[in-house]
């Protein structure tokens, strides 16, 4: 508690502090909550700009990063979207009115400048300052520079925050947007058509999952926010659209985490006249074709992993998947007294009514799916947890669907659809029954 207090205290003198600049750059005219800037380049420019000897004015502006001030001299870092560089003011150069001006400023403020580039003893490329201009005043302190933001509950509560902070979140993001990009140029290359669906459903549809409820007041009725888009796109396909896509955000009233978000973007998409063989050739087609287009190689690294994107990916049946990483085959194994057994044998707690396939997923979530690193289609799902999907041919109890795993992670879902009434009808009262 005494610490708390001590931290409240700091930050009030730092925010009094800062105020008094604001109140002094007033003083002498000036606003310290500037308005229109000419920024000509970007600090990316400008360094990729460094040639010896050059005498280009550069024109820039970002926020202060760094700040530093010995006698007549100062040096800091300014960071715009581009990226972060160093400037160098001197009291010789600016002038003495000027220079006072500068002491006002700090770590947080948006700062414009403009210069000439050399060199530092060290080799870093600095924009030596000739003008400046103070943009806006920052009012509260960032977090301290050394370990930065660390706190996982701060950075995602606070976004804008860790993007000032982390660097390589900001690229994830610009990276993020560069996807989605590449994701409709691929799409609509494909022959696809990009839709818009209604986000407010009368009928829960589309997936398994909790709902966020609203109420339409002029209609008095309940609506959901959409947990998945399937169902109007499907009818897209059966008005006569034959390669439609969405890119949407869904709503899931459930948990949360790094890797959960009860509000969510999805990509959904639907194709006429062709089976899972083929979603699984898009899909491998379009995720290698992103990691060229965007990084240039098949090889990237994920976390502790260097994940390979390159065509071909592996394609293994849930059962052969399960043989290979556990031992147990379940293409002989066909009872549900021996396979309780084996759940249990490998620390799966089994619930008694488990079904024989609802087992068999259980065992491949549990010991298989976290051990998927590299692109792997897993197929052959049971019909019991696949009521929307076509049936294999030959086979009363498995369905043409896949699940795409990186890095143990699910991160796309596929079936040939069912499409014969009489079958989907007999499914939905097993469903019912059950």
């Known amino acids: 508690m005494e610490k708390e207090n001590i931290n409240s205290s700091n930050l009030n003198q730092i925010i009094e502090s800062k105020m008094e600049k604001v109140s002094e750059i007033r003083e002498l005219g ?69 220079y006072e001006l500068y002491k006002k400023v700090g770590v947080g403020d948006f700062l414009g400048i403009e210069g000439i580039l050399f060199k530092t003893s060290t080799g870093e490329i600095t924009l030596r300052v000739k003008k400046f201009e103070i943009l806006t005043k920052n009012i509260r302190p960032l977090p301290e520079k050394f370990h930065g933001l660390t706190d996982v509950e701060t950075r995602y509560r606070q976004r804008y925050i860790d993007l000032i902070m982390n660097r390589e979140v900001k690229d994830t993001f610009i990276m993020r947007s560069k996807i989605i990009n590449q994701i409709r140029i691929f799409l609509q290359n494909k022959g696809f058509l990009e839709v818009e669906t209604p986000m407010m459903h009368p009928i829960l549809g589309g997936a398994s999952a909790k709902p966020f409820v609203t ?76 990691a060229m287009t965007l990084h240039g190689k098949d090889v990237l690294p994920y976390e502790n992993e260097m994940i390979n994107y390159a065509k071909p990916w592996k394609r293994i049946t849930i059962k052969d998947a399960i043989k290979e990483h556990t031992g147990y085959d379940f293409n002989t194994i066909t009872t549900l007294e021996e396979t309780r057994e084996i759940a249990k044998k490998l620390g799966i707690q089994v619930d008694e009514k488990a079904s024989y396939y609802k087992l068999i997923i259980e065992i491949f979530e549990a010991k298989v799916e976290e051990k998927l690193i590299q692109p792997t289609f897993i197929t052959e799902y049971p019909k019991e947890i696949s009521p929307l999907a076509k049936l294999k041919k030959d086979s009363t109890d498995y369905v043409d669907r896949f699940e795409l795993f990186i890095y143990g992670r699910e991160l796309g879902n596929a079936y040939s659809e069912l499409n014969d009434p009489v079958d989907q009808k007999e499914r939905f009262e097993e469903q019912v029954k059950a």
Do not use: W
Not at 216 to 222: A, Q
Not at 241 to 254: I, Q
Not at 256 to 262: D, E, Y
């Open 215 to 290: 109420h339409h007041n002029t209609l008095d009725m309940e609506l959901y926010l959409r947990i998945a888009p399937e169902l109007y796109l499907k009818k897209l396909i059966v008005g006569g659209y034959e390669k439609v896509f969405e890119l949407n955000r869904s709503f899931r009233n459930e948990g949360i985490s790094t890797r959960h978000n009860p509000e969510f973007t999805m990509m959904e998409l639907y194709q006429a006249y062709a089976d899972y063989n083929d979603m699984m050739d898009l899909t491998e087609e379009l995720i290698s074709s992103l």
């Open 30 to 98: 000036l606003e310290p909550f500037g308005r229109k800037y000419d920024k000509q380049h970007n600090v990316d420019y400008i360094l990729n700009s460094y040639e010896e000897n050059c005498e280009t004015v550069f024109k820039t502006a970002g926020r202060i990063m760094s700040y530093r001030r010995q006698g007549k001299n100062g040096f800091g870092h300014i960071e715009d979207l581009s990226g972060k560089m160093q400037y160098y003011v001197k009291k010789d150069e600016i002038g003495e009115e000027a």
